[in-house]
């Protein structure tokens, strides 16, 4: 919530320092730098914390130092391809695309998986949120005193990397013995475990590249219209995230329902209410928090407003869904299955709908996707 808030706070600030044009670049580019944060955590998110929590004190040594060796690496390696895409994308100002990018993908260096894992949500706020809200902090203070746009994006980057830091020192240091200390050097064994966490790598690969997908379509087809399009996917994913802690209360919740049929369709249709409400809220406070966070440059018209509001509310419902009723009612083959009936119709509708209606376009395709997932969900629900 911390981060998300400073997020938001950041918006402005870069805008008023560099422009909306400069600012909106970099967010294409943090679109781009998304999948190569996948990339760079390679699965870990998804397989880590149940394997943190699963393992002893010594196999968690082993299994951070293994990723906090070959994260590195894989960083380094996604910095020459991904300036060659913030070439091809913006030729005429690469480095906020390049800065963007990074600014992103060096989330991929977060520790947050191996916390979740030994249930140290405390432990998380110290050494990982602190030094990235500290980074962003001073970032927007920088910004807000005349500093340059740019720098701006390197000190939040900086931030991002102390954390990863301070998190690597403070497990090394914590190690229960000497003997972990020792042992948890498995540079012979980096290989094996990027092999062995290939599954988590495509399932992370998948899901973000179809989030960041509209906006570097819309940056690519339709530049003139970013601006508005970026700052309101900024917001959207901004509120997606803070909403999280809800979802994972659903997700405790539903399971004790499962077992009384009555119960479980009361809360769907409870669920159905809050979605509708969350996107209808949305959409009247989006003028005046559109016209706060784009420091009066960014301006988005009601078409693209009253998509992003549906958005928001079917991303709800769609999240709810999938994370905590269809695994309470054994029903994960058909989430599987929702999923990759999403991606058939939610990218080829996307990159139709940017090419012939613009950023509008772009948004019917994504809903068009999520609506055909969302359906499959229900249907699943209701026979269960």
């Not at 909403?243 to 329902?257: K, R």
């Not at 999938?322 to 994960?332: G, I, S």
């Not at 994504?366 to 055909?372: F, I, K, N, R």
Request: overall charge positive; hydrophobic content about 60%.
């Amino acid at each position: 919530m911390i981060l998300s808030v400073l997020a938001l706070i950041m918006i402005p600030a870069m805008v008023a320092a560099g422009g909306s044009d400069a600012w909106s670049l970099i967010a294409l580019g943090q679109g781009v730098g998304a999948i190569v944060m996948a990339f760079i955590g390679w699965g870990w998110w998804i397989t880590g914390p149940a394997r943190i929590a699963r393992a002893s004190a010594i196999d968690r040594v082993l299994e951070y130092n293994a990723s906090a060796i070959a994260r590195p690496i894989l960083f380094l390696l996604a910095v020459a391809p991904t300036l060659g895409v913030s070439y091809l994308i913006a030729p005429h100002d690469p480095l906020a695309v390049f800065l963007g990018a990074i600014l992103s993908a060096s989330v991929g260096l977060s520790a947050s998986w191996y916390f979740a894992g030994i249930q140290r949500p405390y432990m998380l706020l110290a050494m990982e949120t602190m030094p990235r809200a500290l980074g962003t902090g001073i970032a927007i203070a920088y910004l807000l005193l005349g500093g340059n746009i740019y720098m701006g994006v390197v000190i939040q980057i900086l931030g991002i990397v102390a954390a990863f830091v301070t998190t690597t020192v403070w497990v090394m240091t914590t190690s229960p013995t000497r003997r972990g200390l020792s042992v948890a050097n498995p540079r012979a064994r980096v290989l094996g475990v990027l092999w062995e966490r290939r599954l988590g790598l495509t399932v992370s690969i998948l899901a973000v590249t179809y989030r960041a997908m509209p906006i570097v379509l819309v940056g690519w087809f339709a530049p003139g219209a970013l601006p508005p399009f970026a700052l309101m996917d900024k917001i959207s994913l901004q509120i997606n995230t803070g909403i999280q802690p809800l979802i994972s209360a659903i997700q405790g919740w539903v399971p004790h329902l499962a077992a009384d049929r009555r119960k479980l369709r009361t809360a769907f249709a409870a669920l159905i209410g809050l979605s509708l409400l969350g996107g209808v809220a949305f959409y009247l406070i989006s003028p005046a928090l559109t016209l706060a966070l784009g420091a009066g440059e960014i301006t988005p018209d009601s078409a693209l407003i009253v998509t992003f509001s549906a958005f928001i509310a079917l991303a709800f419902f769609d999240s709810a869904l999938f994370k905590a009723f269809l695994p309470a009612l054994e029903k994960v083959r058909a989430a599987s299955a929702a999923s990759v009936a999403s991606l058939m119709i939610g990218v080829p509708s996307t990159l139709v709908g940017v090419i012939f209606w613009g950023p509008v376009g772009a948004m019917v395709g994504v809903l068009a996707g999520l609506a055909t997932k969302i359906t499959i969900e229900i249907v699943a629900v209701l026979r269960a």
